[in-house]
């Protein structure tokens, strides 16, 4: 007797496994949207992230180029453009302030400015829609003098 009753005790947890392995299903089923939500979220911030910050870099490096004496635009321009293209980053504004560089007097600060539009860096731009933002990085510093 004992044995039928230990035998009925074990398809009844088997049969009671097999339905919490449904309900978790159920339960995975409804949530795995939001975490998918979430994961391209991220991703997506933390690609943004990274192009400001390699943006940002490329202006630093620019206005390296602008500050020297004998600096000419397009060198400044050429160089921030191919420090974006390390991250195959295309179609940014490359601005100067002033417009010309050769014209600015030593010691007067310098300005190089990046802009990009958000849609075209982003990674999955259809399920994010950035297409009003723009992002801007810019860096100062002060021209050189040859004395």
Same mark, same amino acid.
């Given at each position: 007797m004992k044995r039928i009753f230990r035998y009925r005790?074990?398809?009844q947890?088997? +049969?009671r496994g097999r339905l919490m392995t449904g309900a978790a299903v159920v339960e995975f089923a409804s949530i795995a949207p939001l975490m998918l939500l979430f994961t391209f979220g991220l991703i997506e911030v933390g +690609?943004?992230?990274m192009v400001k910050q390699t943006a940002t870099h490329a202006t630093r490096e620019g206005? +390296?180029?602008a500050v020297r004496p004998t600096a000419v635009t397009v060198e400044v321009s050429e160089?921030?453009?191919?420090?974006?293209a390390l991250l195959n980053i295309q179609g940014a504004v490359v601005e100067t302030v002033p417009a010309s560089i050769e014209t600015a007097p030593p010691g007067s600060e310098v300005t190089v400015r990046? +802009?990009?539009d958000l849609s075209e860096v982003s990674?999955?731009?259809s399920y994010f829609h950035f297409s009003s933002g723009e992002m801007v990085a810019e860096s100062v510093m002060r021209r050189e003098s040859t004395n």
């Open positions: 005790n074990q398809y947890a088997k +049969r +690609r943004i992230s206005a +390296r180029i160089r921030v453009e191919a420090e974006l990046v +802009r990009l990674w999955v731009p």
